[in-house]
């Protein structure tokens, strides 16, 4: 009975739809006798099945399969949000939302804090990383994913939750306790670290483009002024996803001067085309600047990075950007849920738009330079679109190794870190702490009889299976090629040591001094930071770089 009510609303509500179209005054009429029909369609294909098919059908579920068809057909930003993902999605977009302030995730059975944000619900109580949630309000939480949790503990900031956790201890046994946790509003940094990485050169790491973003790089900027002789300015936007758009403005305006284009936009509704210029006095115009990006680097990232260079304000050092080169409007499609939709394609100064033009199972595919278009910077410097903004200096880190990638994914970094932690009480001093101790590291990984599958091994199983059905299984002897992979596997870790000791730097100051503590750790062993101190100790050579 439930499921033929909720089938009768949702044809009332297609049928206003298809009434509403009548009524759209820029459809063509081509198009809105093709979208009437398509969706009249879908109107008897939806009854038919409710009526006939032969098991009951969840309403929810099969509509929703729907949507996902339907998005999965267009491009990757374009998205449905539910109402369980609203407050997913303040957080990226907003770097707000109503919980309880930690980076979630399931590892094994249970889902647990993977970050503790600082001066949040979850740390004024205490809670760390490595704290698994095992049960709210007394009911099992096993199996259960990050968005369930996440859909439970949304609500009503000032109300509360009985929170059962499982925590590590010395000797190997888990501790259970139970708080009670208020719900807040967490508000997230977006710029959680500045300071001083040489005697001149200063530091801002801006890690999103939520509220205030261009605010929060301006004080950063005026402070590093203020407290120091500062020659120099190193602005990381590595690893950062983009964010708002006006914010992407406001970063920019701290550098170039008031009245100045940043981004045109283009789309199918020529109405909503807007030209956003700096509206304000910038903080600095002179001072020597370089803007770290990487592969990560997209969005409004790509809007700032490409603008410095437009306006050959500063230097661009590290590996060519994401590529994404689209705008999104988020509207209200009813029932709190929203459709994020691309509307149009952002262009900066030059005249160049970022967006990828190749994909790869959703992913933007690197093109050759003689298939870019070119454009020039204001001192005439060539610069080139399809795809990302590339760096004045290349610079940086290969591709993740197959071995950092598995640690990652099983969450044996995470897990060996929580463990070691256990019998430190504190890290007074974040410049002198060194982790030591990697023959305990590699003693964990053989005790949790660690294991990863490179693409050899599965073009190896391959050839295996295929000698198999060729008939030539007698004849094809691969133990020896296993053999040399496997040793070839165990060299790989010795490797990596040192990328491996700096994500346990990381994660170990991360758990007594945030996101702060991470990146302060991180300077310290950073190629491109040391690059980046040289190339401004070196004004010839900036200087060099952004001349024609």
């Known amino acids: 009975m439930k499921s033929k009510l909720l089938s009768l609303r949702l044809i009332a509500f297609l049928i206003i739809v298809v009434a509403g179209l009548s009524f759209t005054p820029r459809a063509p009429w081509g198009n809105e006798f093709e979208i009437s029909k398509n969706i009249e369609i879908f109107i008897n294909l939806y009854k038919t099945l409710n009526t006939n098919y032969v098991d009951d059908l969840d309403p929810s579920r099969l509509m929703r399969t729907g949507i996902d068809a339907m998005m999965n057909s267009l491009d990757p930003y374009t998205n449905y949000i539910t109402e369980a993902q609203i407050e997913s999605y303040r957080m990226l977009t907003e770097g707000r939302y109503n919980g309880f302030g930690a980076h979630i995730d399931l590892v094994r059975d249970y889902v647990t804090m993977i970050e503790v944000y600082e001066n949040s619900p979850a740390a004024n109580a205490g809670l760390k990383a490595g704290d698994q949630i095992i049960a709210i309000e007394g009911r099992s939480t096993k199996g259960k994913t990050p968005e369930d949790i996440n859909t439970i503990v949304a609500g009503v900031s000032g109300t509360e939750l009985s929170v059962t956790l499982s925590r590590p201890m010395k000797g190997g046994k888990d501790k259970e306790f139970t708080v009670s946790l208020a719900r807040e509003e967490v508000k997230i940094p977006n710029v959680p670290y500045y300071g001083m990485v040489s005697e001149h050169i200063g530091y801002i790491a801006l890690t999103t483009f939520t509220q205030e973003a261009g605010k929060n790089v301006a004080k950063a ?42 981004v045109t936009t283009k789309g199918k509704v020529r109405d909503w085309d807007r030209a956003f210029k700096t509206l304000n006095p910038p903080v600095d115009l002179e001072i020597p600047l370089v803007v770290l990006i990487n592969d990560k680097s997209a969005s409004a990232s790509e809007i700032v990075s490409g603008v410095i260079q437009d306006y050959d304000r500063g230097v661009l050092l590290g590996q060519r950007s994401y590529g994404k080169g689209l705008v999104q409007n988020t509207i209200d499609i009813g029932y709190n849920s929203r459709l994020k939709m691309t509307t149009s394609k952002y262009y900066i100064p030059s005249g160049r738009c970022i967006q990828s033009v190749e994909y790869k199972e959703g992913e933007p595919v690197d093109i050759s330079d003689d298939r870019r278009a070119r454009f020039t910077t204001r001192a ?7 795809g990302g903004v590339a760096p004045d200096v290349a610079a940086g880190a290969a591709e993740q190794a197959p071995l950092v990638k598995a640690l990652e994914s099983q969450f044996l970094i995470f897990d060996y870190v929580t463990e070691y932690v256990l019998d430190i009480d504190t890290i ?6 060194h982790f030591t ?46 053999k040399q992979l496997a040793e070839a596997k165990k060299l790989e870790l010795e490797r990596n040591k040192a990328v491996l000791i700096d994500r346990i730097e990381k994660d170990v100051a991360s758990r007594y001094y945030f996101q702060n ?18 190339l401004l100790d070196d004004p010839a050579k900036y200087q060099k770089l952004l001349k024609k």
């Open 437 to 482: 101790n990697w023959d305990g590291f590699k003693a964990y990984l053989a005790e949790r009889n660690f294991q990863y599958q490179t693409e050899t091994d599965k073009l190896l199983e391959k050839a295996i299976e295929q000698a198999k059905k060729d008939g030539y299984e007698k004849d094809f002897t691969a133990a020896a090629l296993q």
């Open 221 to 262: 900027l005026s402070d590093l002024k203020e407290d120091y002789d500062l020659k120099g300015v190193i602005f990381d936007l590595r690893s950062n996803g983009g964010g708002l758009l006006h914010e992407a403005v406001n970063v920019c305006n701290v550098f170039i001067p008031k009245g100045e284009v940043v």
């Open 517 to 534: 503590g991470k990146i302060q750790i991180g300077l310290r062993n950073d190629q491109e930071i040391k690059d980046a101190i040289g």
């Open 380 to 386: 005439g410097r060539v610069v080139l679109d399809g």
């Open 428 to 433: 007074a001093d974040l410049k002198a702490f």
